[in-house]
């Protein structure tokens, strides 16, 4: 059985695959200039898309397992 900790770190993870796809989704524009604000920009809005897809995630009842 999971322990609370294991939970944390897979619902972690997940997140941060998450981030990673919609990284690759922003990245692959390709009108967008690589500089240091674009790329902080970037890493923002994969998170906050990560975000919300954990938010639907949840709201359907699926498990990390």
Known sequence: MPTPKSLAHEKAA???KF???A???I???PTMSLTDE????????AYK???KMMEERNKSGASTR
């Open 49 to 51: 898309v990560a975000r």
């Open 19 to 21: 981030a990673m796809a």
């Open 38 to 45: 674009t790329r902080a920009t970037a890493a923002e809005w």
């Open 23 to 25: 990284l690759t989704g």
């Open 27 to 29: 990245m692959a524009n």
């Open 14 to 16: 997940l997140l941060d």
